[in-house]
């Protein structure tokens, strides 16, 4: 089955700075990959996905690369602000079958005022 | 607001009892996930169904089970619950069985079991 590994687990940066976090994938069949928001004591939220028909997806601050060769996408949020702060998990499956979406273990990403 | 609902929002038991969580997918959705997020951890894939039959196992314990029923809803029951129960039970919906389309997560329930 698929294995998504994420790092880093934990990310500080300053307020107005970029932050990336990135993961990779063992499933070359893999071609949906969503990134959810989780703020503490809530529901995961997505945030951005990208398929495998493209290499880069953008929304705003938050922008999401893929490189189907080397089975690794990432997250890049650019002039963080403080409700940035919370943990992203990454995931990853094959459209079609009956795959499940398989998490990363998460980032815990703190925004520093 | 993601249009999934979850009840009850939190659920405090006693060891070895039974529970039942409930979840309704948002409106055209028919597919329907349950995860178990422990605390500091992540979201662990339990089961899918899709049109009131299972189409996805994950780390589910035979102690839990689930079942879709004909109006979309979706149940799912805990017994002999144990201390490491305790966790955060999210369901999340899509619009297929293929997993083509973004699933969304409802508010979750918390489950606390002393």
């Known amino acids: 089955g698929e294995n998504v590994e994420q790092h880093p687990s934990t990310l500080s940066v300053q307020e107005g700075d970029s932050a990336v976090i990135k993961c990779t994938y063992s499933?070359?069949?893999?071609?949906?990959f969503p990134w959810y928001k989780q703020e503490l004591g809530k529901r995961p939220q997505l945030i951005i996905d990208i398929r495998s028909n493209v290499g880069e997806k953008k929304d705003q601050r938050i922008a999401v690369t893929l490189n189907k060769t080397a089975k690794h996408f990432s997250l890049h949020i650019t002039e963080t602000q403080p409700e940035d702060s919370a943990v992203y998990f990454c995931?990853?499956?094959?459209?079609?079958?009956?795959?499940?979406?398989?998490f990363g273990t998460g980032t815990r990403l703190t925004i520093i005022p | 607001d993601s249009g999934v609902t979850q009840t009850p929002k939190h659920l405090i038991t006693a060891t070895g009892q039974r529970v039942t969580l409930r979840c309704s997918p948002r409106?055209?959705?028919?597919?329907v996930y349950w995860y178990q997020q422990s605390l500091d951890q992540g979201l662990q894939f339990l089961i899918q169904?899709?049109?009131?039959?299972?189409?996805a196992k994950g780390n589910i314990l035979e102690r839990f089970s689930a079942q879709q029923f004909p109006d979309l809803h979706s149940e799912l029951n805990l017994s002999s619950l144990e201390l490491g129960d305790s966790a955060l039970y999210f369901c999340?919906?899509?619009?297929?069985?293929?997993?083509?389309?973004?699933?969304?997560f409802g508010p979750g329930t918390r489950l606390t079991v002393t």
């Open positions: 499933d070359s069949a893999s071609n949906y």
């Open positions: 409106s055209g959705d028919l597919s």
């Open positions: 169904y899709y049109n009131g039959e299972e189409r």
């Open positions: 999340a919906s899509s619009v297929g069985d293929t997993g083509a389309y973004e699933q969304y």
């Open positions: 995931a990853a499956k094959r459209v079609f079958g009956n795959e499940k979406l398989t």
